[in-house]
C-alpha cells in the first residue's frame, strides 16, 4: 500500500529561524511529489513541484529536495516568519494513475 | 478571479438527512476531486472525475455521491448512509492527471452534524 510519512508531526520555532521538514514515501512507480502550505481552515496551497529528474526546487524562502533512490524529500524553510505558521502536507502521486497519496502533515508554529 | 469556490463555508445537518456542498471552477479544468479532512489525519480522496458525466469511487465514497452535469460543478452530497459525517471537506481541480499537473484547492467546507 502507497504510504507517505512526515516527521514531525509538530514543530515549534523562533521567528527568523531556519527548519526542515522530512517527507517519506513508499509510493511506486512514482510520478510526482508536492508540498503544500494549509493554513488553518483553509485550502492547501502548492509550494512546489518535483518530478523524478528533479532533486531541488525553490519557490522563495521555500526549497524542496527530492531523493528518488531513497524516497525521501525535505522541505527547508529559511528565515521563517510568523506568517509561515501552517500545516505543510507532502503528497507523492503514483505514476500511471497520477492517484496522489497524502501526507498526514507537519503543524508547524512560529513564535515571535 | 479565476479560481475554485466552494459553498457553504460552513455547514450543520440534523442526523438522517442529506446535504448537498458545492464546488465550482471556472479554471477549465477537466478533472475535479473531493476530499474528505480528519485531525491529524492526511487528505483521503472520497470521488473524482476526469470528464464531464464521467466519475469515479476514491478511497471512501461509501455514504457519499456525486455528479458531473458540467465541466465547471462537481456538487458533493453527503447521504444519511456516511456513519461519520463531520469533517472538513475539500474540493480541487486540475488542468488534467498528468505528470506535472498541480491541483488547485477550495477554501473547504466545514460539515458538522448536530
Known amino acids: 500500500k502507497n504510504q507517505v510519512e512526515q516527521s514531525p508531526q509538530s514543530l515549534i520555532i523562533l521567528e527568523g529561524k531556519n527548519c526542515t521538514l522530512q517527507?517519506?514515501?513508499?509510493?511506486?512507480?512514482?510520478?510526482?511529489l508536492r508540498w503544500y502550505k494549509q493554513d488553518t481552515g483553509r485550502g492547501p496551497v502548492s509550494l512546489t513541484i518535483m518530478t523524478f529528474s528533479e532533486n531541488t526546487k525553490s519557490n522563495g524562502r521555500y526549497t524542496a529536495t527530492l531523493d528518488a533512490d531513497t524516497k525521501q524529500s525535505s522541505l527547508h524553510i529559511t528565515a521563517s516568519q510568523l506568517s509561515d505558521s501552517a500545516s505543510y502536507i507532502c503528497v507523492v502521486s503514483e505514476g500511471g494513475s497520477y492517484i496522489p497519496t497524502f501526507g498526514r502533515g507537519t503543524s508547524l508554529i512560529v513564535h515571535p | 478571479d479565476g479560481g475554485i469556490t466552494q459553498s457553504p463555508k460552513y455547514l450543520f445537518r440534523k442526523e438522517g438527512q442529506n446535504v448537498t456542498l458545492s464546488c465550482e471552477q471556472n479554471l477549465n479544468h477537466d478533472a475535479m476531486y473531493w476530499y474528505r479532512q480528519d485531525p491529524g489525519q492526511g487528505l483521503r480522496l472520497i470521488y473524482y472525475?476526469?470528464?464531464?458525466?464521467?466519475?469515479q469511487k476514491g478511497d471512501i465514497a461509501e455514504g457519499y455521491s456525486v455528479s458531473r452535469e458540467k465541466k465547471e460543478s462537481f456538487p458533493l452530497t453527503v447521504t444519511s448512509a456516511q456513519k461519520n459525517p463531520t469533517a472538513f471537506y475539500l474540493c480541487a481541480s486540475s488542468i488534467d492527471r498528468g505528470r506535472k499537473t498541480e491541483a488547485f484547492f477550495g477554501q473547504g467546507t466545514r460539515l458538522t452534524v448536530v
Open positions: 517527507c517519506n514515501y513508499t509510493v511506486s512507480p512514482f510520478s510526482n
Open positions: 472525475s476526469q470528464i464531464v458525466n464521467d466519475f
